[in-house]
């Protein structure tokens, strides 16, 4: 049975590589925001790297390898005045697998309600926001792969206008002993399209391939590519290097991005008695769109 659902798994691809290229026509674009500090530090190139509660979003299989409660906090400075905050917790329960719950919600500033009559404003202010809510569980299948599901549900209000819809990611996660190589797999935002007043649009689905390494046992280097089901394919390089096992340097580049180009970031990490505490920063250049910060506290026990 493991076997036949890892290659019904592997045969998605094919799937989504025989789309077209239809950019703007998809909705819930917040669902393509990466939400942690770290990884974004190395160009998100960590599809098979995310083994804390990072793998929320990055690949659901990456839980399995949680030893016991993991936390992430992050905060994003977006664009235009717009934020965005991410919580993610995944708990290992012993002889079932790992549980996991995220939270994100993207926001605007208050903005003025404007008419035809009226272009200065009405006196009346409205807000731009999108929520999602995720469940995933992941398990072991064998000493060396890891499956993860997740499901999500997610809304969005805009002013007076509400959508709101059910999707879903599958993730797998496939690790060697040679120089501590993984190989994953991720099909995400999977599923109905989202009805907007008389309109309907599709979720932005994407398949994703990862795979990372350590040349050196201070030195990881992951590479991932993508395959959108609206645009051409894009690719990521990053690296990250541990100074001590406390500090990290990160930096990456991603390729095919219309905006998006190089980014850069920090990280610290300690042992607090039986806490182990993580704090990461990363820049990320957007061109004309200038740039993004992320900030990101992680918290296992």
């Excluded at 991603?254 to 610290?268: M, N, P, R, T």
Aim: charged content about 15%.
């Amino acid at each position: 049975m493991k076997r036949y659902l890892l290659f019904a798994i592997l045969m998605i691809p094919g799937i989504l590589f025989s789309q077209y290229e239809r950019p703007g026509t998809t909705l819930g674009q917040s669902l393509r925001i990466g939400p942690h500090a770290g990884a974004c530090g190395m160009a998100e190139a960590y599809l098979s790297i995310a083994d804390d509660a990072s793998a929320l979003y990055y690949n659901p299989a990456g839980l399995s390898l949680i030893e016991g409660i993991d936390m992430i906090a992050t905060h994003i400075s977006w664009f235009a005045g717009i934020n965005y905050e991410f919580l993610g917790v995944a708990q290992r329960l012993q002889g079932w697998g790992t549980l996991g719950f995220s939270f994100t919600i993207l926001h605007t500033d208050a903005m003025d309600v404007t008419t035809p009559l009226l272009p200065e404003g009405t006196g009346e202010k409205f807000y731009c926001t999108d929520y999602t809510m995720g469940l995933s569980f992941s398990r072991s299948l064998t000493d060396m792969a890891s499956l993860g599901l997740t499901i999500r549900f997610i809304k969005m209000d805009w002013w007076t206008y509400s959508v709101n819809a059910l999707c879903g990611d599958i993730g797998t996660l496939f690790r060697t002993n040679f120089m501590n190589t993984r190989f994953g797999m991720k099909i995400s935002n999977f599923g109905p399209n989202l009805e907007f007043i008389t309109e309907s649009s599709p979720l932005p689905t994407t398949f994703t391939f990862g795979v990372s390494t350590q040349p050196l046992e201070n030195l990881t280097v992951g590479f991932v590519f993508d395959k959108p089901t609206d645009s051409k394919e894009k690719a990521s390089l990053g690296l990250e290097y541990m100074i001590l096992d406390m500090f990290a340097i990160r930096g990456g580049h991603k390729f095919g991005y219309d905006e998006e180009s190089w980014s850069a970031g920090v990280g610290f990490e300690k042992e607090i008695g039986t806490i182990h505490l993580k704090l990461d920063y990363s820049y990320s250049e957007f061109g004309y769109l200038n740039k993004a910060e992320r900030l990101s506290l992680g918290i296992a026990f």
